[in-house]
């Protein structure tokens, strides 16, 4: 079976600020490791994705992810926070014995400050 | 192009009701995904269609969830004898071949038993 953790179901940080949001998994096969926004009232959309090859991934919006497999962890960064960040973050993993399911973390909410 | 496209985007029902909800995917994704987003369980993998079959439908709750999807296209979820319990978020998602491409997401349908 495979699971997800987001720690921090909140996070706030100031405009401009650092910006980590916190993912790690398990999973018995190598995972396939995605991160979705969520705006209010709206769907998911993908910001990035890991499959195979390069560790580090660039999204959109200038977010990316550092898949390290020694730590099972996924987390999701950008330098610099902007107002419109402000969102509900999700982490998933997929493999291939759960088929095409993706399994989410929690979700945190992000918060930024002026 | 076109996203994938949910409705009703809002549906207030009574218990004991039954409802239909529907998405249509992106044109020519073959795979089709339905989740559940709730306070109390979060983001919940319901059903997984590949063309018209349904490979996957171990997510779905009780007997009183049923889904198909005809055409290779449209899909309705449909819930019998609404419950309290049933009240959520229910989103769709598509992707081109199912695993390892992401999912997109649908704006999602808002159930609300009364």
């Known amino acids: 079976a495979q699971s997800v953790t987001q720690l921090g179901s909140h996070v706030s940080v100031s405009e401009g600020a650092l910006v980590l949001l916190r993912c790690n998994y398990s999973?018995?096969?190598?995972?396939?490791l995605f991160w979705y926004v969520q705006y209010p009232n709206q769907g998911l959309q993908l910001l990035l994705k890991?499959?195979?090859?390069?560790?580090l991934v660039k999204g959109i919006n200038g977010f990316e992810a550092e898949f390290k497999k020694s730590e099972t962890s996924f987390h999701l960064t950008k330098p610099s926070a902007h107002m419109s960040d402000a969102a509900e973050y999700f982490c998933?993993?997929?493999?291939?014995?759960?088929?095409?399911?993706?399994?989410f973390g929690e979700g945190t909410q992000l918060t930024v400050n002026p | 192009g076109a996203g994938v496209s949910q409705s009703p985007s809002n549906k207030v029902t009574e218990k004991g009701k039954d409802v239909e909800l529907r998405c249509d995917p992106i044109?020519?994704?073959?795979?089709l995904y339905w989740y559940r987003q709730s306070l109390g369980q979060g983001l919940e993998f319901l059903i997984y269609?590949?063309?018209?079959?349904?490979?996957?439908k171990s997510g779905l709750p009780s007997d009183r969830f049923s889904a198909e999807r005809t055409g290779g296209s449209v899909s309705t979820l449909t819930i019998q004898r609404t419950q309290q319990e049933d009240s959520a978020v229910y989103l769709c998602?598509?992707?081109?071949?199912?695993?390892?491409?992401?999912?997109?997401f649908g704006p999602g349908t808002r159930l609300t038993v009364t």
């Open positions: 998602a598509s992707s081109v071949t199912g695993y390892p491409y992401e999912q997109y």
């Open positions: 999973s018995s096969v190598p995972p396939y």
């Open positions: 890991y499959t195979t090859g390069a560790t």
């Open positions: 998933a993993v997929s493999g291939e014995t759960s088929g095409s399911r993706l399994t």
């Open positions: 044109s020519g994704h073959t795979a």
């Open positions: 269609f590949q063309g018209n079959s349904a490979p996957d």
